[in-house]
T-cell receptor
Framework: EADIYQTPRYLVIGTGKKITLECSQTMGHDKMYWYQQDPGMELHLIHYSYGVNSTEKGDLSSESTVSRIRTEHFPLTLESARPSHTSQYLC???????????FGPGTRLTVL | GNSVTQMEGPVTLSEEAFLTINCTYTATGYPSLFWYVQYPGEGLQLLLKATKADDKGSNKGFEATYRKETTSFHLEKGSVQVSDSAVYFCALDQGGKLIFGQGTELSVKP
């Protein structure tokens, strides 16, 4: 079983608030990813990182930002949340010897 | 660009019925292919994978064969259980990034 954690699991906040979604993995994986999952289930890559101090935007444009200061930690930040940010956010990681990405349990965000 | 297309859901079956969820892909080259499963309230779990043409991935009674000639990777199970109720995603690997299909919700009734 993969060791990748996300907190909080559920978050309800008001418009305009700044939030950070946490993602940590204890497997020493270099590559980490953030996906946004629509209520209709589709998954879209919004950010990825191939190592410390490396971050890239994914296929779906997002107002969120990420950082990768430590290998095990890949937080996602929204400076000013809006109702359009309501979604589930899934974090994943991939190591050199891993053959597929391992996913965290997700954070379900609701912005009122 | 690369893409994955899955059959639309929801799919509703009775327990012990045969399951097929269709998945086709468009890609340059021969990427690895995956099926992921998402149970209610959880993240994605790898169900099975295939890395080259004619490979068959299998796990927990589910199977899928990498068909180069039809660019398909259909998921099958001979006898579904209520516990198989979940959302199933087909995906391909694009240089370390996953491209997902839109997901197919499966509901199995007792």
């Amino acid at each position: 079983e993969a060791d990748i954690y996300q907190t909080p699991r559920y978050l309800v906040i008001g418009t305009g608030k700044k939030i950070t979604l946490e993602c940590s993995q204890t497997m020493g994986h270099d590559k980490m990813y953030w996906y946004q999952q629509d209520p209709g289930m589709e998954l879209h890559l919004i950010h990825y990182s191939y190592g410390v101090n490396s971050t890239e935007k994914g296929d779906l444009s997002s107002e969120s930002t990420v950082s990768r200061i430590r290998t095990e930690h890949f937080p996602l930040t929204l400076e000013s949340a809006r109702p359009s940010h309501t979604s589930q956010y899934l974090c994943a990681s991939l190591g050199v010897r891993a053959d597929t990405q391992y996913f965290g349990p997700g954070t379900r965000l609701t912005v009122l | 660009g690369n893409s994955v297309t899955q059959m639309e859901g929801p799919v509703t079956l009775s327990e012990e019925a045969f399951l097929t969820i269709n998945c086709t892909y468009t890609a340059t080259g021969y990427p690895s292919l995956f099926w992921y499963v998402q149970y209610p309230g959880e993240g994605l779990q790898l169900l099975l994978k295939a890395t080259k043409a004619d490979d068959k991935g299998s796990n927990k009674g589910f199977e899928a064969t990498y068909r180069k000639e039809t660019t398909s990777f259909h998921l099958e199970k001979g006898s579904v259980q209520v516990s198989d109720s979940a959302v199933y995603f087909c995906a391909l690997d694009q240089g370390g990034k996953l491209i997902f299909g839109q997901g197919t919700e499966l509901s199995v009734k007792p």
